[in-house]
């Protein structure tokens, strides 16, 4: 329970933030003001380079050399963190305040065990004997829910799974039980079913203990379950603050507004809905326009916007920082309403012909066996990534392939590439069957399956021009002269709405966004019939996934390509796929046209997926019974069903020694591995209708 009439653990007050760079300073966080109750947990949400990890490090006082604050308070239980010295601050840092950041890999030391990482803290902080730190080690990591946590305290952080090293974190900022803890997106990195259990884990946590928490993420719906009250940075600048349910249902900022309308809601389709993505691009150091810092971008900026707006307060006490948010709060929502999409081909599916098949695909990774296993003569063993998969993706369509980490998913599109070999089964491109080596397959084959990575930052070569990028695959794949590609790229860059003259840059001077729509151009450069895009949003921000979401859809629109999109975000899968296939350790286990697949039953792994995801809105939901534990090993994968072990919905011994049948009903085009039969399972599961957000 927060009390209003308490001091507040934090408070930050007119706070101003510079870096130097090349002898001038560039302020990225100017005049903020904010406070945290204890028990509270804070929301600070906006675009990569909004300010938000550098108002976070300067509340840590952890700036780099090159930063400093150059104005403001920053208050913690009363105690100016601003006139400390770099001494004083060091008795503070894991006692009274802590972070969460977002790479539990790159936190954790690989060279120590996790007991031994967390007893550090409690010696360093609590001055422990060491056997009595390993004991609270023990206890801590089983107060964040971690089974077997004395084996778990001897372990390495590489033998742990991603959830597993967040909680172990997560353990390590509560040993010294601080009163303020920061989560700089905690739970970007995880997919959405583990993240679900730490987002629980963290909420129960803070409450307990009555921590104050300044969580820091560019993902809306899990500040909307997370989160008491929240504040909108755009370029370093507070421009919103409100308590969740009024953010969301009545935002008044123009660029809050654009956030939220960039954001895919299940039930989301593009034949229906259009996304709003944010015009432009956020401001950099030293190039912040004058006046409204978000004129540049604003859809109904005008002559006052010209002039510095100041932070209003409201008299139910939220802020914003806009000249024209009572205009702003008529028009939002305008910009999403359904556009029909006449343009799209409407081509019955049963017209269409298969570009892809799949049949009895398996892809096992065969294990070196040690000197032990073959003294005794043991089989030798393999990973199997994927097993017996059997899948179509017809000309022209989507196909969307949702799972958790580990399910295989990526697995399968290196082996459609052909870059690993599968074991067993079949592919077929157009009525041919694909080689499994890379080095087999023509230079035509290769043209029609091209691929868009996660990452555009490993993906493309640094030390090339984007246009130089962009003109090899046309003169490896389509045998064009060098002029002959030279006078190709504009088209390309226009075509993922890029200007001309980007073919001049490297990839250093764009931002991620734009490096990803030159990975796009650079694999439509070779006019392929199947672009297999492998988690090609789930680094970028809501805005600018929005706009790469678009530019698929027209892309495929104009080209008739076929798509075979991999994500852990059903939301977004939803919006961008014809049909959706559910995989579960390598196995398929739902598969169904976009609209059939969020109308139950859901198979009970589906039925997961879908209630471990955040939406916006803020009222209770109907949630299913929660998913528990880790994915099984894929060397030792459990017989009968392969989901028993985690099933919320185990009918018993079947479940665990006799493989599931197919389910189906006549009229649908959903078909479900299960042993509950389809009435049964719709019995229990009803309609989970919390899912679905309107637009406005």
Not at 120 to 143: I, S
Not at 507 to 529: C, D, F, H, W, Y
Not at 558 to 569: A, C, K, P, V
Not at 580 to 602: H, M, N, Q, R, W
């Amino acid at each position: 329970m927060i009390n209003e009439k308490t001091a507040p653990a934090l408070n930050i007050k007119d706070l101003c933030v510079a870096y130097q760079q090349e002898g001038e300073w560039w302020e990225a966080v100017h005049e903020v003001s904010l406070q945290i109750q204890p028990g509270e947990i804070y929301g600070l949400v906006g675009e990569s380079g909004s300010g938000k990890t550098t108002l976070a490090l300067a509340v840590l006082r952890y700036l780099g050399k090159n930063g400093m604050i150059r104005q403001g308070k920053i208050e913690l239980s009363g105690v100016d963190l601003v006139q400390l010295q770099p001494a004083e601050m060091r008795k503070l840092w894991g006692h009274q305040m802590a972070l969460i950041p977002q790479n539990p890999q790159s936190s954790l030391n690989p060279a120590m065990r996790v007991g031994d990482q967390i007893a550090e803290v409690y010696r360093h902080t609590q001055d422990m004997e060491t056997g009595e730190a390993r004991h609270k080690a023990v206890e801590m990591l089983r107060e964040v829910n971690i089974p077997d946590p004395g084996r778990v305290t001897l372990s390495y952080p590489h033998q742990l799974s991603g959830g597993m090293q967040q909680r172990v974190l997560i353990a390590m900022a509560l040993s010294s039980n601080p009163s303020l803890l920061i989560l700089d997106e905690p739970t970007t990195n995880l997919d959405v079913t583990t993240q679900a259990t730490i987002l629980d884990l963290l909420r129960s946590l803070i409450e307990q203990r009555q921590t104050a928490a300044l969580y820091i993420t560019h993902n809306l719906a899990v500040v909307a379950q997370m989160c008491r009250r929240a504040g909108v940075l755009y370029a370093g600048r507070l421009v919103e603050e409100a308590f969740i349910n009024e953010l969301f249902a009545r935002p008044l900022h123009p660029y809050t507004q654009g956030l939220l309308e960039s954001m895919p809601r299940l039930g989301d389709h593009k034949d229906s809905v259009r996304l709003r993505a944010i015009e432009g691009r956020a401001p950099v150091f030293g190039d912040i326009p004058s006046g409204c810092v978000f004129r540049p971008r604003c859809p109904i900026a005008n002559e006052i916007c010209e002039t510095n707006p100041p932070l209003s307060v409201l008299p139910e006490g939220r802020k914003v920082r806009c000249h024209r948010w009572e205009v702003s709060l008529n028009e939002a929502g305008r910009s999403h309403l359904p556009d029909g999409r006449s343009d799209r081909n409407t081509t019955e599916k049963h017209q269409l012909q298969p570009l892809l098949s799949l049949e009895g695909v398996s892809v096992h990774y065969p294990l070196k066996r040690s000197l032990r296993e073959v003294v005794r003569r043991e089989p030798k063993r393999a990973v199997r990534a994927v097993e017996g998969m059997d899948l179509k993706i017809l000309s022209g369509q989507t196909l969307g392939l949702v799972g958790e980490s580990g399910s295989g998913k990526s697995t399968l599109a290196r082996a459609t590439l052909g870059v690993v070999d599968k074991t067993a089964g079949t592919i077929e491109l157009l009525g041919i069957q694909l080689p499994d080596k890379l080095s087999r397959r023509t230079l035509d084959t290769l043209r029609k399956v091209q691929s868009v990575f996660q990452n555009p930052e490993e993906a493309l070569n640094p030390y090339l021009t984007v246009g130089e990028i962009l003109q090899r695959p046309m003169m490896t794949l389509l045998g064009w002269s060098r002029q002959e590609a030279i006078g190709r790229v504009p088209d390309l860059l226009r075509a993922v709405r890029l200007p001309a003259m980007y073919a001049e840059r490297l990839p250093t001077q764009l931002s991620g966004g734009e490096k990803q729509r030159v990975a796009i151009a650079r694999a439509s450069a070779a006019k392929p019939n199947l672009l297999i895009c492998d988690e090609p949003v789930s680094a970028l921000d809501v805005s600018v996934q929005a706009s790469i979401l678009n530019l698929l859809e027209d892309l495929q629109a104009e080209h008739g390509n076929s798509l075979l999109f991999i994500s852990h975000d059903m939301a977004v899968v939803g919006f961008l796929a014809d049909t959706i296939a559910v995989i579960y350790l390598g196995e398929l286990v739902e598969i169904a046209e976009t609209g059939d697949l969020f109308k139950s039953p859901y198979h009970p792994y589906t039925e997961a997926l879908l209630s471990a995801i955040p939406g916006t809105k803020v009222e209770s939901r109907r949630v299913a019974a929660p998913l528990v534990g880790e994915i099984p090993s894929p060397i030792e994968k459990p017989g009968g069903c392969p989901f028993h072990s985690r099933c919320p919905r185990l009918v018993g011994e079947i479940c665990k020694r006799q493989p599931p049948p197919w389910q189906s009903q006549q009229g649908s085009s959903k078909r479900y591995l299960c042993h509950i039969p389809w009435e049964e399972l719709q019995a229990q599961q009803g309609d989970i209708q919390g899912f679905e957000i309107s637009r406005g």
